[in-house]
Every structure is written in structure tokens, then in C-alpha cells.
């Protein structure tokens, strides 16, 4: 089961790609001419839009193929492939508040000569400002390669481009793929959409909720259960390298921290203790584990090895409960979570413990945080009334929400960290889902999942 | 006459009148507890015990005669974010410990819980830290502390569905059930 990047010489359409050296994150608006938006269809909808002026307009039609042949996807052949690719692409990149992308049922097909030599005349004069392009070919053994270029339509030049040859299981992956190929060139940030989700799937009334663990692709395709609800499941956390999930279950009636094998179906538990533990996080490098253990009702934060074996190290020794914990990016520091001076607040410490300062200091509470993969800001719950998310720097200024529901809890970073997801109860009924937020506040959507969903723990982008 | 087969608005009407009744029982000492507490145990047991020929209720020593004998005391509330004992919570575990003492034979599980308003990590092991209160207190009753185990349900297992001040005060909550 490979996923191999193609060598650029590899790709089937090569071209003189002449990367512009800078492109603005931002880019400058550019007026729609009124007879752009007499034309149907495509990107001329600005008209309606709610989105922010500066908003990108992407034009993503069908990927082509040089031969319409069956596929083993459920998309279908190659052609139908070449649909669902764009469609994929265009999914990813709306909603996050840097594009506006045109999916391929608004626009025209190009031909398949035409991925390399765009009829950049035709999307001028739509209104694209960028476009996408691309193309799929089944393989003799039956894989898939998908190549995906990006234009300045304006500048009439190729920006970037990409190729990938998978096993036809793995075609969505291309997708997300191209659709962070485009945005890290055109944002200047780090990819983020071929990654994965671990949650909590919810069922059932809310005084006997079943309580699943699941995963999902980021954008909430190829879903799977990992366990059947006979025991309640909570607060998974992705190994780095995908091969594990921590997370707690009541397997034996009580709570206790697991490592599930994703790959064998088996689990272990983190430590031998008739303690319960809660709270499990991974370091960056996966090499170790943070839990929360409670003795005689005093919760405390431990660190020990993921390879299992090794003694705990107790962190915290406080009165009261310590619980949680976030690693710096680089993991020097943790950020954890205290109600040692009576509510729950944040502090920070040294990784081994040392250096324990208490950073939130703006009324209310402070609960649940977690260390921007950037390293720049902490996303965490701030309790004051309602339950909102909100982020600040890592000594605890520059509060600012994120959001502002109900209750709104538990965020966690996209691997980029641009994005921070979290989820909603719903007042009275005690309905859950995921939602996702930029780090603007502005740019806020629920992530579709089968049913009532909690607990999201993006994973890393994969390679 | 059975309960589980009652017309919805009968056993609305029942459960009034049990829940007034169990008011007047506890008026006198449950100070934070919810005025309607204790929700009524007895009928559901009445209705699933079998009715043989002579006078009976729950065997002797069994959760359910635990559950009857208590009349809601098996049960003991806890402030916002607060795991103490008040001396309602003290004469509940106090009746508690008096019937674990007669069967001596029994174990019992504490069952600590949260409410809703609270995030979810922390309130398992807030459900952990009350849990552990109440079996601490009976530990100094003179309950041999290996008959005693605790289990956190944080906010997951909630007995009033509601999203206000009455249903959060009846989930904040500590349950000892025996085993059986």
C-alpha cells in the first residue's frame, strides 16, 4: 500500500513551470467587470457573497484523463474520477476563509491537452484569478496517478504542480494533496488537509449515551468505528505516526487510558495501576505519554515512555486536580490545566515538571489547553457563563474568543495551526458535533459526521 | 396496578406524589439538595420483584432491599465544582454505613458524577474526587476501606436530563450501589 510522490520527471505532462517567486498571501482584490457577471455560472457569484473581499477565486474543473477506463474507486472510471477529484479539492478549500473556489459542476472541461496549456482566455474571463487543473490515469497494475498543476490566471503562468501514483484505495488522498499543494503556495502556510480525525461518535438518549471511538479523514471521509459503544470511549488522541490512538475506555467498568493499535486491533494499557487515569496526550515526537491520574481524589499529570515499560514520572504534586497537558512544539514546556488556587486554570511547566506558573488571569475559568503546533498561541475553554474557545499567547495574553455558543469545549489544532476544531453541546437535548474554526473567529463550520460527534484529535498531515 | 404499565400521565402523577413524599422525609436536613429529591427507588423494585404468596419486599442484604432501605439516602449531593460533606451528606452515609455493617459479606461500589457544565476531563476526575469523599467518610464510620471501590462517570451518566440549576444540583451526585 504505497503512496509514492512522483519525481517531477516522472509526471506525464511535464512543462516549462516557471514558479513566480513570490505570491502574496493576501492578494490584492481585483474588481469583477460587470460583463464577467452577466456570465452564467463559474466564479461570477460575487454578487451574493458573504465571504470577505479578499477572498481567492480558484476555478477547479474536472481533472481530465487521457482514457476513460473502470476504476476499483468508488468514484467510478477515470472520468467519474476526474469529477469527484475537483469536487474533493473544491471541498477542502472553501470554509477556511482564504478562497473562494468554483467546483467543476459550475465550469467548463478542459480537454486533456489543456492541463498543461490552460485556455487561460476562457477563465479570464470568468472572473478566476486562480486555477486548478489536473489529471488522472489508471495504471496497468491498477493504481491511480493524479498530477494537479496550479495557475496565475492573470499572469498566464504555472505556480506550482504535483503528482502522485497510489493504489486506488488511496485516490481521495491526491485530493487533499493538490488541495494543499494549492494552499500552502497560495497562503504560505503548512499543508494540513491529508490528515486524519479521531473522535467520539455519539448515540442514544443523554442519560445513557453510547460513546464510540472513531476516525475520519479531515474532511470527514472514509469513516470507521474502532469500537462497538459496549464501553464508554472518550478523548482519543492520534499517535504522530497514525499507528495508535491513546484514549480512555471503561473496558473492565472503569476508567482507564489505552493504547489501541490501529493495525493489530489490539490494546494495552498505559500503566499497571488499579488508579484511574484520564486525560491522555502524545509528546510531538510520539516518544512519550502524558496522563492524569487520580489517588485518594487527588489528580495528578504524569509523563511515561510510549514504548511502554519504563517507570512514570510524576509531574504534578499539588493538591487538588492537575489534569491534561499539552506539549510545547518543541517539547520543552507543557501546558496543563489546575484548580490548585481553586478554579480550574491554566499553567505552565518545564517537561520534566520544574517551573510551574499559573498564565490565565482574565476572571472566569480556564480549562482544556493545548499548544498550537506553531508554537504561538495556547486554544483552550474559557468558562465564564457559557463555554467559549478561545486562544492566547503562551504567557497568557492577548485573549481572544474564537467562539461564542452554549457550550463549546476541548479544542484541538489542525497540524498547521490554522485551524482550531472542537465540539458543541447542544443546550437541553445534550447533542454533540465537531465543529471547526479559523483563527480569524470569522470562518465557522460543523464537520459532517454520521452521527453526534465529540472529542476531535486532528493527527499530523501524512506523508 | 403496575407502575412500568401506567398510562404516561398516571405515572407523571405517581411520581409527583412519590416525590412530594420524598420531600417531606428529607425536609429536615437537605440543605442543597433539590427540594423534590429523593427520586423515588422504591417502585421500580416493587414492580420487578415477583409476587409470591406471602408478604415480601427485596431480600435482605440484596442492592435492592440497600436501594429501599436507604429511601434516596444511597445518593448524597455536591455544591458547583465541590466535593465536601454537609451533614445531609453525613447522616446519608451514616444510614449507609449502619446497613453495610449488618452484612458484612457485601461490597459496595461509589459511583462519582458531575454536571453538564463542566469539561469533560475534569469532571471525571471531579466525579473521582467525590466518589472518594463519600468513601473516605464511611472508611471513618468504621467501614473496612477494602469493601469500598469508587468509579468516575464525570458528565457522562447524567439522572436529570434538564439544562438548568434543578437537574445539574441531582447530577452532582455520589452513588453507592452494593454488589450483589
Given amino acids: ?463 | 396496578m403496575t407502575i412500568r404499565n401506567a398510562h404516561p400521565k398516571t405515572a407523571l402523577k405517581l411520581g409527583a406524589a412519590l416525590l412530594l413524599a420524598g420531600a417531606l422525609t428529607l425536609s429536615g436536613c437537605a440543605k442543597k439538595a433539590p427540594a423534590e429529591l429523593p427520586p423515588p427507588p422504591a417502585p421500580t423494585t416493587a414492580v420487578e420483584t415477583p409476587a409470591p404468596a406471602t408478604v415480601s419486599g427485596p431480600t435482605p442484604g440484596s442492592q435492592a432491599d440497600f436501594v429501599a432501605s436507604m429511601m434516596g439516602q444511597d445518593t448524597i449531593y455536591f455544591d458547583t465544582d465541590r466535593y465536601n460533606i454537609d451533614n445531609a451528606d453525613a447522616a446519608a452515609l451514616t444510614a449507609q454505613a449502619q446497613w453495610l455493617m449488618k452484612y458484612p459479606g457485601k461490597k459496595a461500589t461509589i459511583e462519582g458524577h458531575a454536571d453538564e457544565r463542566g469539561t469533560r476531563e475534569y469532571n471525571l476526575a471531579l466525579g473521582e474526587r467525590r466518589a472518594t469523599a463519600a468513601k473516605n467518610y464511611l472508611v471513618s464510620l468504621g467501614l473496612d476501606a477494602g469493601r469500598l471501590t469508587t468509579v468516575s462517570y464525570g458528565k457522562e451518566r447524567p439522572v436529570a436530563l434538564g439544562s438548568d440549576e434543578a437537574s445539574w444540583a441531582k447530577n452532582r451526585r455520589a452513588v453507592t450501589v452494593t454488589i450483589d
Avoid at chain 1, 467587470?33 to 451574493?48: H, Y
Fill in chain 1, 1 to 463: 500500500m504505497s503512496f509514492r510522490r512522483l519525481p517531477l520527471f516522472v509526471l506525464l505532462l511535464s512543462s516549462a513551470a516557471v514558479a513566480q517567486p513570490q505570491m502574496s498571501p493576501q492578494p490584492v482584490v481585483t474588481a469583477t467587470s460587470p460583463a464577467a457577471e452577466q456570465d452564467e455560472g463559474g466564479l461570477t457569484g460575487s454578487v451574493s457573497d458573504e465571504t470577505p473581499w479578499q477572498d481567492l477565486g480558484i476555478a477547479i474543473p474536472t481533472f481530465a484523463t487521457n482514457a476513460d477506463v473502470a476504476t476499483q474507486t468508488s468514484a467510478g472510471s477515470t472520468a467519474g474520477l476526474g469529477r469527484a477529484l475537483a469536487d474533493v479539492i473544491t471541498s477542502d478549500l472553501k470554509n477556511n476563509g482564504l478562497f473562494k473556489p468554483t467546483g467543476p459542476d459550475a465550469l467548463p472541461q478542459p480537454s486533456f491537452g489543456q492541463i498543461v496549456a490552460p485556455d487561460f482566455g476562457v477563465w479570464s474571463g470568468r472572473g478566476a484569478e486562480m486555477l486548478v487543473h489536473g489529471y488522472v490515469r489508471a495504471n496497468g497494475d491498477g493504481s491511480l496517478t493524479v498530477g494537479c498543476y496550479l495557475y496565475d490566471v492573470a499572469l498566464r503562468q504555472q505556480l506550482v504542480k504535483g503528482g502522485w501514483q497510489v493504489p486506488p484505495s488511496d485516490w481521495r488522498r491526491t485530493a487533499h494533496k493538490c488541495a494543499d499543494l494549492v494552499y500552502s503556495r497560495l497562503s504560505g502556510e503548512s499543508p494540513f488537509f491529508d490528515s486524519k480525525i479521531a473522535y467520539i461518535a455519539e448515540t442514544g438518549p443523554k442519560d445513557r449515551r453510547m460513546k464510540r471511538l472513531a476516525i475520519m479523514d479531515s474532511d470527514g471521509a472514509n469513516h470507521r468505528y474502532i469500537t462497538t459503544g459496549q464501553a464508554i470511549a472518550l478523548t482519543p488522541r492520534y499517535a504522530p505516526d497514525y499507528r495508535s490512538l491513546l484514549y480512555l475506555s471503561y473496558f473492565n467498568g472503569y476508567p482507564r487510558i489505552y493504547v489501541y493499535d490501529l493495525e493489530t486491533g489490539k490494546q494495552r494499557l498505559i500503566t499497571q495501576s488499579t488508579n484511574p487515569t484520564f486525560a491522555p496526550r502524545w509528546s510531538p515526537d510520539g516518544k512519550w505519554i502524558l496522563y492524569s491520574m487520580a489517588i485518594g481524589g487527588n489528580t495528578d499529570i504524569y509523563k511515561i515512555s510510549a514504548a511502554g515499560g519504563g517507570e512514570p514520572q510524576r509531574l504534578t504534586n499539588t493538591p487538588g486536580i492537575n489534569i491534561g497537558g499539552s506539549f510545547s512544539p518543541d517539547g520543552s514546556k507543557i501546558v496543563f490545566e489546575s484548580d490548585r488556587s481553586g478554579g480550574q486554570q491554566i499553567y505552565v511547566m518545564n517537561a520534566d515538571g520544574s517551573d510551574q506558573k499559573r498564565i490565565s488571569f482574565f476572571g472566569g475559568r480556564a480549562a482544556t489547553p493545548e499548544w498550537s503546533p506553531r508554537g504561538d498561541q495556547i486554544a483552550f475553554t474559557h468558562i465564564a457563563g457559557n463555554f467559549r474557545i478561545a486562544v492566547i499567547s503562551p504567557s497568557g495574553s492577548n485573549l481572544r474568543y474564537l467562539t461564542d455558543s452554549w457550550q463549546d469545549e476541548a479544542p484541538t489544532w489542525s497540524p498547521n495551526g490554522r485551524i482550531v476544531q472542537f465540539f458543541r453541546t447542544e443546550k437541553g437535548s445534550g447533542r454533540t458535533g465537531i465543529w471547526q474554526v479559523d483563527l480569524t473567529g470569522r470562518n465557522e463550520r460543523k464537520l459532517p459526521t454520521p452521527v453526534d460527534a465529540s472529542d476531535p484529535a486532528w493527527g499530523p498531515v501524512r506523508p
